[in-house]
């Protein structure tokens, strides 16, 4: 070997080796939209608003219409109540008009019902069908009298006795009865035209039945029919048997 060649040779050997390339740095990855998790964790609604400005919704046109349908649904609804509150108030209306007229044709009719007149009942004081008020009335006057033989003989009461020795029930009966049949008396007040009427009617029957026993002609004792011949339709002298 010569000279040369070991120089050479030792001058290569002698020689650092040449650096080696720089590495590349990795490309960057993306950044993590408000829609993809990030390393650190799951997105937040706080980070969603934060990422994305907050924007108020509008109802649809769907939900417009669905809104318009629920108010013409109230509307209707509200004139239905309307509707049955003017009824009810209508109603009430009228049932106050017809108490208040009920109630005052109870007070006129109690003010105003024919009271039992002063003074004695016969030939000196006031008769029944003056009383009555039926003295150009005939046919209701003995009307009235023969329902009230019917009703003497249909209450129990004896014909054999005086009024005064009536069994009250009975009596009370009698002019009950006296009454249901003749509307005409319920213009008077209480019980009285009845009381009188079947005095009278007993009174008459009494001296009829007198007069036949004094002229020897047979009577009958039981069904009031024998009276004077015309039902009583002449007041006696209004004196009672004891």
């Not at 650096?19 to 980070?47: E, F, H, I, L, Y």
């Not at 509707?83 to 017809?98: D, I, P, T």
């Not at 014909?159 to 509307?183: G, P, V, Y």
Request: a positive charge.
């Amino acid at each position: 070997m010569t000279r040369n060649t070991r120089k050479r040779t030792a001058a290569a050997l002698n020689t650092d080796p040449p650096p080696a390339p720089a590495a590349s740095p990795p490309p960057p990855s993306p950044a993590p939209t408000s829609r993809q998790a990030s390393p650190a964790g799951p997105v937040t609604a706080s980070d969603d608003h934060q990422s994305e400005p907050a924007t108020e919704r509008r109802p649809t046109k769907k939900a417009r219409l669905s809104m318009k349908e629920q108010m013409a649904l109230l509307v209707r609804e509200l004139e239905e109540i309307r509707g049955s509150l003017q009824v009810a108030e209508e109603s009430v209306r009228k049932y106050r008009k017809y108490k208040s007229m009920y109630v005052k044709e109870k007070i006129t009719q109690t003010t105003h019902l024919i009271p039992h007149p002063e003074g004695e009942r016969g030939r000196k004081g006031w008769t029944i069908r003056k009383a009555l008020q039926l003295e150009g009335n005939t046919d209701l006057y003995l009307t009235i009298l023969a329902s009230v033989r019917e009703v003497i003989t249909a209450a129990g009461l004896d014909w054999n006795r005086t009024f005064h020795r009536q069994e009250s029930a009975h009596l009370a009966d009698c002019f009950h009865l006296i009454k249901e049949q003749n509307s005409y008396l319920k213009k008077f007040k209480g019980d009285w035209p009845a009381c009188e009427l079947v005095i009278s009617c007993m009174q008459n029957k009494r001296k009829t039945r007198n007069r036949k026993r004094n002229s020897g002609v047979p009577h009958h004792n039981s069904d009031g029919e024998d009276g004077d011949g015309n039902g009583g339709g002449d007041d006696d002298d209004g004196e009672d048997d004891e």
